[in-house]
């Protein structure tokens, strides 16, 4: 699997749970929490789904509250994509 | 104690704002046309009030959208609305004592049925994690809530169409509880495929084609109805409060309100729809003498158009008091018609003009009621009464009062 990008990332969320009016998604955000980019469980279920349907990296639910970051999640991807291939 | 309403929030078919949807019915003007958000071709309800303008990237943040559905994207835009217009910031008011109820009858259907059809032709993964809030019946009150930051009261009223007026009778109760207001109402919208066909088998749908000979209530031809989509918030607060903080509009007054329900049939027992009627007014402690204008809940269907006019007729006299039902002008919006429809006669008793009821030329036999159909109607308006029923035996009725 090629490499799982922040840039990646950022598609699928706009993709999927949008962008609140306040967060400068294109800014400095893989080390900002979920939680303060907008981003509660439901919506990080969300975009883990998205991801398995397009990267086809599954992400276990209850490792969604563990990878509280944009880059702990994208390491997960990359991680067990590299498994995976 | 009183509960005022001091600000509108309305989204209509035949307008965006309280002042456009009540300038298009003071001109007769409707929404109702050939639906258009899916294709209705072979379905044999091709007629809808659909809000064929309404954009919600306009009125719902980035974040929210992909939450909610139509119902709670229209309720974001009334509530901002409302709130707009009392000019009211609820985090003025303390935190327990600001609330919000809301009524509904259909769901988010188009959420749901869009996220039921990935689950059938994709499978499991492909359904939004959203499905778990965003199609419920209550997903419009608890949005509102987080928004709003309303943390007092918060409920959700099913009583189908009859739900919008018990909604505003729940807000006036909460007042007299330990509140200061209260954000209610309801908003609709089933204008997908699965939400049209299940609204069929009541038998109550208008079929017919022609915006203009469709829905006609009390009409020797009348023939079922045309649903819409839409519907209102209204701010209502504490009287004292309102004053207090300087509301800058009274629209009026809540003054009385009842609810009641229909007997099983078959036993012989009247309707319950006039009961409501005496109910309410005793309530608001008025007279029918009192009452300068009825909105109708309007069916469209024959025997329910008959139950209606021999109510008002009972209460009121044959021709005793002008009726009206602005509602043919969006078509029923479920349980978000009653509080389009009180805000309705809140401007009404605003610029003492009572709006038509548009395309019904003749009155059935029995319907003895005087009908605004030319219009509007220039008449002082200081007390109204209006109706709803919802499928399934609900009547409600609410009086609202110049304050």
């Known amino acids: 699997m090629p490499e799982f990008t922040a840039e990646d990332l950022r598609v699928v969320i706009r993709g999927t749970v949008g962008v609140d009016d306040s967060v400068d998604l294109d800014g400095d955000i893989v080390d900002v929490p979920f939680g303060e980019l907008g981003y509660d469980s439901l919506a990080v279920l969300e975009i883990a789904n998205k991801i398995q349907k397009e990267f086809g990296v599954a992400i276990p639910d209850d490792l969604i509250v563990e990878l509280e970051t944009p880059r702990k999640l994208i390491g997960f991807v990359n991680q067990e994509g590299a498994v995976a291939s | 104690m009183s509960a005022v309403v001091t600000g509108l929030g309305v989204v209509a078919p035949n307008g ?3 002042e456009q949807y009540w300038s298009a019915v003071c001109d007769g003007k ?15 309800v091709t007629l809808a009030g659909e809000l064929a303008s309404f954009d919600a990237a306009e009125h719902v943040p980035g974040r929210l959208r992909p939450e909610t559905s139509m119902m709670s994207h229209i309720a974001f835009a009334a509530a901002e609305l409302a709130l707009a217009d009392a000019r009211l910031d609820p985090a003025d008011l303390p935190e327990y004592e600001r609330g919000v109820i809301t009524a509904n009858a259909t769901g988010g259907v188009e959420f749901g049925q869009r996220e039921l059809q990935n689950l059938w032709s994709q499978g499991p993964s492909h359904v939004s994690a959203y499905m778990s809030i965003a199609w419920f019946f209550a997903a419009t009150t608890g949005q509102l809530s987080i928004r709003h930051k309303l943390r007092g009261h918060c409920g959700v009223v099913l009583s189908e169409q009859a739900g919008g007026l018990d909604a505003l009778g729940q807000a006036r109760r909460a007042l007299r509880a330990d509140h200061r207001m209260i954000m209610a109402g309801g908003t609709e919208s089933a204008l997908s495929p699965a939400g049209v066909v299940a609204q069929i088998p009541t038998r109550n749908l208008s ?6 000979r469709a829905y006609l209530p009390f009409d020797a031809d009348a023939n079922g109805y045309v649903g819409g989509e839409g519907g209102a918030l209204l701010v209502v607060e504490d009287a004292d409060s309102a004053r207090e903080r300087g ?34 007014l005793a309530d608001a402690q008025a ?12 069916y469209g269907v024959p025997e329910l158009d008959l ?4 109510a008002i007729s009972a209460v009121f ?4 008091v002008p009726v009206t039902a602005p509602k043919t002008m969006t078509g029923r919006i479920y349980a978000g018609a009653g509080a389009l429809d009180v805000a309705a006669a809140l401007l009404s008793i605003r610029d003492g003009l009572i709006p038509p009821t548009v395309n019904v030329t003749r009155l059935a036999a029995g319907c003895s009621i005087d009908l605004v159909r030319e219009g509007p109607r220039p008449s002082q308006v200081r007390t ?7 499928h399934g035996g609900f009547n409600s009725a609410l009086v609202v009062r110049a304050a």
């Not at chain 2, 409707?30 to 258009?36: K, N, Y």
């Not at chain 2, 309100?257 to 036993?267: K, L, N, V």
């Not at chain 2, 007279?287 to 309007?298: E, M, N």
């Not at chain 2, 006299?317 to 005793?320: C, E, K, L, R």
């Open chain 2, 16 to 18: 965006m704002g309280a």
């Open chain 2, 307 to 310: 139950v209606e006019a021999e």
């Open chain 2, 207 to 212: 079929t017919r084609a022609e915006p203009s």
């Open chain 2, 287 to 298: 007279d029918p003498r009192d009452v300068d204008v009825v909105f109708a809940d309007a």
């Open chain 2, 30 to 44: 409707s929404g109702i046309d050939r639906i258009r958000r899916f294709d209705c071709t072979g379905y044999p």
């Open chain 2, 247 to 280: 509301a800058p509009t009274i629209y009026g007054e809540i003054a009385g309100y009842a609810a009641t329900f229909d007997p099983r049939p078959g036993t012989g027992r009247p309707p319950g729809l006039q009961r409501a009627m005496r109910q309410a």
């Open chain 2, 384 to 390: 109204a009464l209006v109706l709803a029923r919802g």
């Open chain 2, 317 to 320: 006299g044959p021709y005793g």
